[in-house]
């Protein structure tokens, strides 16, 4: 399976944006997550969500302003992320783990799209 993510951009402070993650298909992966990676940081856990969608964890930073979802139909993941702040600048990733639960430990997702920049202005 491969990722493709997209939705990023510019964006003032306190506004939103929607990334989208398209699967190329269905695959055993039970688990997506959004990671993100900040220039000079280390790849940090932003959400997941597990196959069925019901379950969901959001790293505290982004918890109440971000909103992951995923649409099986259409093997698509989305953030909705609200009320940015410059200190989410970063580029996102969106990834795919064989877990059965869902982990904030990126070396467990096996599969990864190419990244998608979002740039907050203050």
């Known amino acids: 399976v491969q990722l493709q993510a997209s939705g990023g951009g510019l964006v003032q402070a306190g506004g939103s944006l929607r990334l989208s993650c398209a699967a190329s298909?269905?695959?055993?992966?039970?688990?997506m997550g959004w990671f993100r990676q900040a220039p000079a940081k280390e790849r940090e856990f932003v959400a997941g969500?597990?196959?069925?969608?019901?379950?969901?964890m959001y790293s505290d930073s982004v918890k109440g302003r971000f909103t992951i979802s995923r649409d099986p139909i259409k093997n698509t993941m989305y953030l909705q992320m609200s009320s940015l702040k410059p200190e989410d600048t970063a580029v996102y990733y969106c990834?795919?783990?064989?877990?059965?639960?869902?982990?904030?430990?990126?070396?467990?997702?096996?599969?990864w799209g190419q990244g998608t920049q979002v740039t907050v202005s203050s």
């Open positions: 969500i597990n196959w069925n969608g019901v379950d969901t």
């Open positions: 298909r269905t695959s055993s992966n039970n688990v």
């Open positions: 990834a795919a783990s064989r877990k059965s639960s869902i982990t904030t430990v990126y070396s467990q997702y096996n599969v």
